[in-house]
């Protein structure tokens, strides 16, 4: 069993900056991506950005150029640094680790980002 605990989130104003971190533990084995999801009122929950364990790393083009992902404490632990927010990246964001062994998705309980205009 894995469990992700996510820190970071809250309430900022339109081109401020926050940071996302979200640690891993337990069972996880072998090669894995972690990563950041976010879900809108009303919208589909859709990818942010991820990092496997060697480093490449994904982003949406919504974000490219403003937020970072970044992984250490041994790869256990993914970090989102989130600059120039926009009241369009108001949502709860989700830590996620995919298991590229069991392709097994792990999800954290979520944390609410809101940015005022």
């Known amino acids: 069993q894995v469990q992700l605990v996510e820190s970071g989130g809250g309430l900022v104003q339109s081109g401020g900056s926050l940071r996302l971190s979200c640690t891993a533990s337990?069972?996880?084995?072998?090669?894995?991506?972690m990563g950041w999801y976010r879900q809108a009122p009303g919208k589909q929950r859709e990818l942010v950005a991820t990092?496997?364990?060697?480093?490449?790393?994904s982003y949406a083009g919504s974000v490219r150029g403003r937020f970072t992902i970044s992984r250490h404490n041994a790869g256990n632990t993914v970090s989102l640094q989130m600059d120039t927010l926009t009241p369009e990246d108001t949502a709860v964001y989700y830590c996620?680790?995919?298991?590229?062994?069991?392709?097994?998705?792990?999800w954290g309980q979520g944390t609410q980002v809101t940015v005022s205009s």
């Open positions: 337990g069972r996880i084995f072998g090669l894995n991506s």
């Open positions: 996620n680790l995919h298991s590229d062994i069991t392709s097994h998705d792990y």
């Open positions: 990092i496997t364990t060697v480093g490449t790393t």
